[in-house]
């Protein structure tokens, strides 16, 4: 499924099957397979190890909110209403997992081995902790990506 | 013992995980699958060894990494390294910028670039086409909101072409992936066993 055309990349920055920059971007054919397939592995995994579908639109949605990048925020806002489960993050596991979401996207340095834990503690398994992990980098690796083709898309 | 450190050192550098890692006598089929490609060559380390408790993730993620760092043509390596360093010097990961410093100093004998770089930051005097590749990764690690069409004319007019362009994206982004792995879930430290520069 990986090597679709368009993939998710394309769609995003709104690339036609035939334009300039979705043929540069198969100049890096590895870097377009595993782009695509980490998102497949992201947020459409075969086990989800306890970070459930909804809880992972509902993460990049944050993620994309924090950095303002409306485009991802369309696409996770319209994928988590595919989900028909709007607020999947609540109580204490939800609040503990946004927070994460929060410094892990905004201050990647003032993480603590306190967050760890209390991922853990509101029950978490280590395989969701790294599956949180992912997601929230993978988000913030997916916007400047975007960012980088809308600016080519633009100055074209 | 080992400390954490907060500054940027061409030093030796050790990660200390927060979350313990896969036992790998005790690993699953995905996850000694998932570890077989590994972004280092070195013997599989606590960071990968984390990393696999999502074997998916992780079996996607290495090969990403070694296509966007390593990938034949368009932009130099030496120039995929100065965008990461930039942006780990942004995210305040000490290890991904020391290490990145390093490879950059090895790939172009040019010490000095990644001494002013360590000494000013992003605001460092460089050559026109350094300055435009470290002045493009630091806004897009900052706020990649904030990049419109105006920001490819620098880089163009230093020569770069689209390709070299998009290998610069990719490299940096990634490093706005790694980083807050590197950094999130354990923490750089420096092996107390010889003198270390700090």
């Given at each position: 499924m990986s090597d679709g055309n368009p993939d998710v990349m394309d769609t995003l920055a709104g690339l036609a099957d035939e334009s300039a920059l979705a043929a540069l971007r198969r100049q890096r054919p590895d870097v377009v397979r595993h782009l695509q397939g980490s998102d497949d592995a992201i947020f459409a995994p075969a086990h989800h190890?306890?970070?459930?579908?909804?809880?992972?639109?509902?993460?990049?949605?944050?993620?994309?909110?924090?950095?303002?990048?409306?485009?991802?925020?369309?696409?996770?806002?319209?994928?988590?209403?595919?989900?028909?489960?709007?607020?999947?993050?609540?109580?204490?596991?939800?609040?503990?997992?946004?927070?994460?979401?929060?410094?892990?996207?905004?201050?990647?340095?003032?993480?603590?081995?306190?967050?760890?834990?209390?991922?853990?503690?509101?029950?978490?398994?280590?395989?969701?902790?790294?599956?949180?992990?992912?997601?929230?980098?993978?988000?913030?690796?997916?916007?400047?990506?975007?960012?980088?083709?809308?600016?080519?898309?633009?100055?074209? | 013992m080992t400390r954490p450190i907060r500054n940027f050192t061409q030093g030796e550098l050790d990660w200390q995980p927060w979350l313990a890692p896969v036992d790998l006598d005790a690993a699953t089929d995905?996850?000694?699958?998932?570890?077989?490609?590994?972004?280092?060559?070195?013997?599989?380390g606590a960071y990968s060894l984390v990393l696999a408790h999502d074997p998916e993730a992780l079996e996607q993620r290495s090969p990403l990494y070694n296509a966007i760092m390593f990938g034949p043509k368009g932009l130099p390596r030496a120039e995929r390294e100065l965008g990461v360093v930039v942006a780990s010097r942004i995210n305040g990961c000490a290890y991904c910028a020391s290490v990145h410093a390093k490879r950059f100093a090895e790939?172009?004998?040019?010490?000095?670039?990644?001494?002013?770089?360590?000494?000013?930051?992003?605001?460092?005097?460089?050559?026109?086409?350094?300055?435009?590749?470290?002045?493009?990764?630091?806004?897009?690690?900052?706020?990649?909101?904030a990049i419109t069409p105006a920001d490819a004319a620098p880089l163009r007019a230093q020569g770069l072409s689209d390709l070299e362009i998009l290998d610069l994206t990719h490299a940096v982004a990634m490093f706005a992936w790694a980083n807050r792995l590197m950094q999130t879930l354990g923490e750089a430290t420096t092996p107390a066993r010889e003198g270390n520069p700090l």
């Open positions: 190890g306890g970070l459930t579908r909804p809880e992972r639109e509902a993460c990049a949605l944050r993620v994309a909110s924090l950095l303002r990048d409306s485009v991802l925020e369309e696409h996770y806002h319209r994928r988590l209403v595919a989900l028909g489960e709007m607020h999947p993050l609540n109580g204490t596991r939800g609040e503990c997992i946004l927070a994460h979401v929060d410094r892990v996207t905004m201050d990647p340095a003032d993480a603590a081995k306190a967050d760890i834990d209390a991922l853990l503690t509101v029950g978490l398994s280590p395989h969701a902790v790294v599956s949180l992990s992912q997601l929230i980098a993978y988000v913030n690796f997916q916007s400047r990506v975007l960012a980088g083709l809308r600016m080519l898309k633009g100055a074209a | 995905e996850q000694r699958a998932a570890l077989k490609i590994t972004p280092s060559n070195r013997t599989i790939l172009t004998k040019a010490p000095e670039v990644m001494r002013r770089i360590q000494q000013d930051g992003v605001q460092a005097t460089l050559e026109p086409r350094q300055k435009a590749i470290v002045d493009y990764a630091a806004k897009l690690t900052r706020d990649p909101a």
